[in-house]
T-cell receptor, first 111, second 112 residues
Framework: GQQLNQSPQSMFIQEGEDVSMNCTSS?????WLWYKQDPGEGPVLLIA?????ELTSNGRLTAQFGITRKDSFLNISASIPSDVGIYFC???????????FGTGTRLKVLA | DAGITQSPRHKVTETGTPVTLRCHQT?????MYWYRQDPGHGLRLIHY???????DKGEVSDGYSVSRSKTEDFLLTLESATSSQTSVYFC???????????FGPGTRLTVL
């Protein structure tokens, strides 16, 4: 099935560093969603974006809906050990049932 | 957290046996989904429902059936489990008003 291209695939960073990841698509979406998944758990919705160019924050997390509507970005500032996990994006087109998911970015934080 | 529960959370079964997984929501969302998550494949849609008794196939529906007799419950059945159905299964809900999709905690199924 279709998956969105997400990069990087994995990251090792030092505690306190900022993190950036992005998601790209060949299709236009009306909604971008960002999730975090911890081992053995279900994905948890972090941020939802609805308009091209929109910038939305949730604590230390900031996400942006790309101007072309074909990409989205997630930044984590001042990372902490509990940020460890897999982050993935999802795109949705209004009026449809279908969500397309990214391949995921595995984040590891070194204390 | 969205009110979604899945049961059982873990199950080990033998090839050829029937298995039913249950998803229960308290959010009154119209849409419910069953996904499986496997290494290298990400989340793949098995079936979804757009209302009571209204269901449709996803991209990996072979070997699976679903039923939705009430808004809050969505059942996934493996009629005759195979080893290739060993996976983690997630239920999700959305209302397509704000397009946000919420996931349950997952069911880890092992078919021996």
């Amino acid at each position: 099935g279709q998956q969105l291209n997400q990069s990087p695939q994995s990251m090792f960073i030092q505690e306190g560093e900022d993190v950036s990841m992005n998601c790209t698509s060949s299709s236009i979406f009306n909604t971008w969603l960002w999730y975090k998944q911890d081992p053995g758990e279900g994905p948890v919705l972090l941020i939802a974006l609805y308009k091209a160019g929109e910038l939305t924050s949730n604590g230390r997390l900031t996400a942006q809906f790309g101007i072309t509507r074909k990409d989205s970005f997630l930044n984590i500032s001042a990372s902490i050990p509990s940020d460890v996990g897999i982050y993935f994006c999802a795109g949705h087109t209004s009026g449809t049932y279908k969500y397309i998911f990214g391949t995921g970015t595995r984040l590891k934080v070194l204390a | 957290d969205a009110g979604i529960t899945q049961s059982p959370r873990h199950k080990v079964t033998e090839t050829g046996t029937p298995v039913t997984l249950r998803c229960h929501q308290t959010e009154n969302h119209r849409y419910m989904y069953w996904y499986r998550q496997d290494p290298g494949h990400g989340l793949r849609l098995i079936h979804y429902s757009y209302g009571v008794k209204d269901t449709d196939k996803g991209e990996v529906s072979d070997g699976y059936s679903v039923s939705r007799s009430k808004t809050e419950d969505f059942l996934l059945t493996l009629e005759s489990a195979t080893s290739s159905q060993t996976s983690v299964y997630f239920c999700a809900i959305s209302d397509l008003q704000d397009n946000e999709q919420f996931f349950g905690p997952g069911t880890r199924l092992t078919v021996l």
